[in-house]
């Protein structure tokens, strides 16, 4: 008689989703410096809702909720700057970079909770890199941790930064799960051998260290936002850093900046910095088919989350890196 075996449930299509969290909390890029200019008034999609953002005369940038607190019109559709406020189009209400309304034209007593509060939601924003950055946190929480140092961005004897961008229908989780995934890197990827790893988690910071026969690829997660990876071929090391923004639960807008120390062209580093650059963008000559842009997205734009995947033993610390993530959620979310 044959025995019967107790076999595990391993979930198909309807039970699993593409992408089941929410908006993690952090620092994202929300868009380059220069392309604010003062006086500039742009809307946004960013953390599952429209933002507008302005710079006013002060340069200070402002990140608000789009509807007016007074009688709720929309402050980027047809809103002005002025001064260091942004104007409401309807009634010209004013309402500076931290969301205190500043001017009511023809009040003659500022309302009480004007006098005594911020009224228009707005994020806490930071520039640095050339780059706007915005502190998300779905209960509005006070930044808990601090941006990360990137020296190469700033060092004059870098090239000039190099910027791409990429949409990417997943959620940040999913995608940054690639930095510990070490056997794609092989079978997506191409690397000619099966590179080797390890990764460890220090609070908001998690840093991995892979080995991939001619390249190391050494990174830091600085939170959901932010990620700075180095990768080093000979004694040429590429900086890339990667700032993706969590447009909605299940789009991320993908930014990415790549810089090298700076060297004539035709030298040996120069040769081995651009090769290493165009592979990581997919732009290599006779290698379209091994950078992130070709192989990546069509797995990521079309995978589903499995909350319990079965590993095997040559995976990557995937389990660590998920439990590093899980707190960028906020417990009220869960
Ligand atoms: S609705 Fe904005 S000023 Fe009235
Ligand atoms: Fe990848």
Known sequence: MSKTMKTEHIQTSGELERCPFPIPFGWYVIDYSESLEVGEIRNIQAFDQEWVIFRGGDGSV?????????LGAHLGLGGEVVGNNIRCPFHHWEYDSEGWCKNIPYAKRMPKVCQDQAVLRVLPTSERYGLIWAWYHPEREAPSFDLPEVPELEAEVYIPVRHGEWQIGTCLQEIGENSVDFPHLKFLHGAPEMPLGSAVADGHVFKFDIDAGSTTIVGECHGPGAQVVRHTAGDTTVLMFSTPLPQSTDMTLSRMHFTFRDAAEGTAGRTTAEHVYQHSIGAADGEESAGFEAVDMVIWNNKKYRPKPILCDGDGPI??????????????DA
């Not at 993530?325 to 906020?330: A, K």
């Open 62 to 70: 402002g990140v608000t909720d789009p509807f007016c607190p007074h």
């Open 319 to 332: 389990a660590k890196w998920r439990k590093y993530y899980r707190q960028f959620y906020s417990q009220d």
